[in-house]
């Protein structure tokens, strides 16, 4: 997927060539290798109720969204929990009980949070609702109703240009509004706050694949979006 110009893509093809070069070949191309963060996705609204082996209901927390969420909670990632589909309070709710996803001394978030949103609306709404419990959105990823069939056309039929116009129109206010709403929970919960230097990316996925299409579409963005984000 990666253009003709890649020295990364020249490396990878030249093994079917350079059969006595292959073990050097193949030593460069996993030195560009580099770990990437262990984010975790939940679909919220896949949170069926369990039950005991005996037909008995369990308690709430463990649904399967929710013991999704506690499993990850409970785990030594430093990394991204997902929520994408809408907002699930239950779930939301939950997040409270653990502490990796709270601010330390320092403002720094072990356990960050990630919205999938269809648009501006839907990220005030859902980022109120965690901010209102001092949980603080890190990234608002906004899904393009063209390229990800499952959810087409969810904002009226409108395209992404105009959605993300609305962000880059109100995106420090939203930031600002999310900011207070969140310290001032966590004030009252007497925790750590968080600090000024507090990052909110604004991001776009799609269902692109070849670098031509990431080229053109990385234009589209970047002339409209903040931070020029684009997510496969």
Sequence with gaps: MLSNTSLLKSLYLSLKTSKEQKKTIEDQLKA???????????????????FTKSGDALPQEYSDALSALRGYANSELCSSIVFSAGLNPRLFAYCENFK????????FIKKKIILKVSDYRSALIQGK???????????????????????AFVSNG????????????????????????????????????LLSST??????????????????????????????????
Excluded at 100 to 107: K, Q, R, S, V
Aim: hydrophobic fraction near 35%; glycine fraction near 10%.
């Design 100 to 107: 990796d996803f709270y601010p330390n001394e320092n403002g």
């Design 32 to 50: 560009f290798i580099k770990a990437g963060s262990i984010d975790v996705n939940i679909m919220t609204k896949l949170d069926k109720p369990n």
């Design 129 to 151: 609702y965690l901010a209102k419990k001092g949980l603080w959105i890190s990234e608002f990823r906004i899904e393009s109703g063209i390229n990800c069939g499952g959810h």
């Design 199 to 232: 990052h909110l990316s604004i991001t776009a996925q799609g269902g692109i694949g070849t670098s031509e299409e990431h080229k053109t579409y990385w234009n589209i963005i970047n002339s409209t979006l903040l931070d020029g984000e684009v997510h496969f």
């Design 158 to 193: 409108l395209l992404l240009g105009p959605i993300l116009e609305e962000f880059k129109q109100k995106r420090d206010d939203l930031y600002q509004e999310l900011f207070n709403e969140c310290n001032k929970t966590l004030l009252a919960k007497e925790k750590y706050l």
